[in-house]
């Protein structure tokens, strides 16, 4: 799924088994929820199947993610720099270098 909200629900809602939202109409759901509550700009543009808009109708799913998003944030997200990137990048280019070298050893 393309969605920005995707990987944001799914650290939200990480008490939950993260394979409920593997029936798309479930993570759609729970996406416009998100929106009515917390009114981010960048949105979705997709349509709205009606499987979802079916369970934005069953109170109970409707009240447990109403009072997620209402909720005080229970965790912290961070996102890695570019910096942070290469750092790591380089350091599994030196990882696999050795295992290279090991592996040549081992061959001869």
């Known amino acids: 799924m ?8 799914l650290e939200l809602l990480s008490p939950l088994n993260r394979s409920y939202f ?5 993570l759609k759901a729970a ?6 509550i917390l009114n ?10 009606r499987s979802a808009s079916q369970l934005l109708s069953d ?5 447990m993610f109403r009072n997620i998003f209402k909720g005080n944030p229970t965790g912290n997200i961070s ?6 990137a290469f750092e790591r ?6 990882r696999i270098q050795k295992l290279e ?8």
């Not at 393309?2 to 629900?9: D, G, K, W």
């Not at 981010?40 to 199947?49: I, K």
């Not at 070298?101 to 001869?108: P, Y």
């Open 101 to 108: 070298t090991s592996l040549k050893k081992l061959l001869k």
């Open 89 to 94: 990048m380089n350091e599994l280019e030196q």
């Open 31 to 36: 996406e416009l929820i998100a929106f009515e």
């Open 22 to 26: 593997e029936k798309t109409e479930r």
């Open 59 to 63: 109170k109970l799913f409707y009240e």
């Open 79 to 84: 996102f890695p720099s570019l910096s942070d």
């Open 40 to 49: 981010p700009v960048l949105r979705s543009r997709g349509a709205v199947n």
């Open 2 to 9: 393309n969605s920005p909200v995707f990987f944001i629900l």
